[in-house]
């Protein structure tokens, strides 16, 4: 199973960036979706989580500022980033909770993709 994420890039304060994350190989399904995000010099923290149902939770930095959404029809996980911050600057990586066609659950992650806020 290999997620690859996409959609980083160089944004000012006050922008918008839309992240996508393709899960893709032995696929059966797929339980809860994330996406992650680590700066540097710091740990790795949970910026969103979305289960099977489409329940939503957010780290209390970007609540009402991101939203987390999933096509579960494609094995897409999306991260909508609106009014970002120099604080948002990291890593983001997706990570996903999966039970594979030989009936292992899984737990797969992204390359991670970089998200640049410039102030």
């Known amino acids: 199973v290999q997620l690859q994420a996409s959609g980083g890039g160089l944004v000012q304060a006050g922008g918008s960036l839309r992240l996508s994350c393709l899960a893709s190989?032995?696929?059966?399904?797929?339980?809860?979706m994330a996406w992650y995000r680590q700066a540097t010099g710091k740990q790795r923290e949970l910026v969103a989580r979305?289960?099977?149902?489409?329940?939503?939770n957010y780290a209390d930095s970007v609540k009402g500022r991101f939203t987390v959404s999933r096509d579960s029809a494609r094995n897409t996980l999306y991260l909508q980033m609106s009014s970002l911050k120099p604080e948002d600057t990291a890593v983001y990586y997706c990570?996903?909770?999966?039970?594979?066609?030989?009936?292992?659950?899984?737990?797969?992650w992204g390359q991670g993709t970089l998200v640049t806020v410039s102030s």
């Open positions: 990570n996903a909770a999966v039970i594979t066609t030989d009936w292992r659950r899984i737990e797969s």
């Open positions: 190989g032995s696929i059966f399904s797929i339980d809860a």
């Open positions: 979305i289960n099977s149902g489409d329940s939503a």
